[in-house]
């Protein structure tokens, strides 16, 4: 069986070299064929101008190889796409993948995609009446952790959903470099769209319920010249009532990350590390009346996007073949958006925000 052509969209991103990476495990069903970049020079380096340290810093020289393409639609005209990723500035992202769709190709999309909610809508919108099948790297959802609690939520051992907490720090701007273009306009915000996406996403999937309405605060607590906030706090309601809360920073002085999410119930709490390890209380006996339940989970060595990310690319070529949704859709982001969207609207205008759901 012939493989399927796929075209990296967008070099100069910061996970670019990473889902590359974890794509190249799949060779077997996948051939990258072609690549494109707005900026002609990245063709010359192959080279995001900043990545996640985690990550290789360019592409590997095999690519060198590859047609490059600074024109996306002659891309298309040229190489007749099966595949793309899509690791684009949030700019320059909800284009291509209309772009995209109307050329018939399947996507892996890198969140957070766009700068608000409308204009994820309308390009995931596209892909959905193009019939092509888009997976957005939202990685929480392949991870055992995460869904060994939404297991638990779904069967019930939590109970009604009293309150929910995400909580995550991460390295500095000055750690990332103040012209890192997380931190300006091409991006559009801050840590909450970028990262926070993920812990959002994860309430909204895990917690089973619909958030309402934020009240939050953005600051830029580093000082460093930068056009976005560094560190977020939300408050939040679910639409059965439990109350929320997320805070999020660019502090540490060093290459690194910590965090937690956690759920309590009416009949227990979960806690999800950020390496992914899960802690369960719960009612014991009388001679031990809390119940504590560790699970701790090896992960592959996969390299690149992490273990999680070849769950996805695997669900991806599946959900292809067999003509259904992947495991997290477009929808899924948009969904996740719309909170981010009301939390910065709070944020600008020091008043609650009911979430606009379209």
């Given amino acids: 069986m012939s493989r399927l052509r796929l075209g990296v969209v967008g070099i100069d991103h910061y996970h670019t070299t990473g889902w590359v990476e974890s794509l190249e495990w799949f060779e077997d069903a996948i051939e990258i064929v072609a690549l494109y970049d707005p900026n002609p020079e990245i063709g010359r380096t192959l080279a995001p101008r900043f990545h996640d340290p985690g990550l290789r810093a360019a592409l590997a020289e095999r690519y060198r190889d590859l047609p490059f393409y600074s024109d996306l639609s002659r891309m298309l005209a040229e190489q007749h796409l099966d595949l793309a990723l899509v690791t684009s500035l949030n700019r320059d992202a909800p284009g291509a993948v209309e772009r995209l769709a109307g050329a018939g190709v399947h996507m892996l999309v890198d969140k957070p995609v766009a700068k608000t909610a409308d204009e994820a809508r309308r390009a995931f919108a596209a892909a959905r009446a193009a019939r092509v099948k888009v997976i957005v790297g939202l990685g929480k959802r392949a991870a055992t952790g995460w869904l060994d609690a939404r297991r638990m939520v779904e069967s019930g051992r939590l109970g009604r ?3 929910a907490e995400a909580l995550f720090t991460t390295s500095s701007v000055l750690v990332r470099d ?4 997380l931190f300006h306009e091409p991006m559009g915000h801050g840590i909450l769209s970028w990262l ?27 000082g460093q010249a930068i056009e976005v906030e560094d560190a977020v706090s ?18 540490f002085p ?22 992914g390890d899960l802690t369960w209380w719960g009612p014991g006996n009388r001679q031990d009346p809390v119940r504590v339940e560790q699970r701790h989970y090896e992960l592959m060595d996969a390299g690149g ?3 999680g990310s070849l769950i996805q690319i695997r669900d991806w070529l599946d959900a292809i073949r067999e003509d259904r949704d992947p495991m997290v859709t477009g929808e899924d982001l948009v969904r996740a958006l719309e909170v981010i969207d009301a939390a910065y609207e709070s944020a600008a205008s020091g008043r609650r925000v009911m979430v606009t759901r379209a």
């Avoid at 103040?178 to 273009?181: K, L, M, T, V």
């Fill in 178 to 181: 103040p012209a890192n273009h």
């Fill in 234 to 251: 939300v408050a939040l309601r679910f639409a059965g009532g439990g109350l929320g809360t997320l805070h999020f920073v660019n502090a």
């Fill in 254 to 275: 060093r290459p690194g990350s910590e965090g937690y999410m956690a759920f309590r119930g009416e009949k227990g709490s979960i806690r999800i590390d950020c390496t």
């Fill in 161 to 163: 959903l009293y309150s």
């Fill in 196 to 222: 926070g996406v993920h812990d959002v996403d994860a309430l909204l999937w895990i917690g089973g319920e619909p958030i309402v309405e934020v009240q939050a605060m953005t600051a830029n607590v580093g």
């Fill in 305 to 307: 996007y992490g273990a």
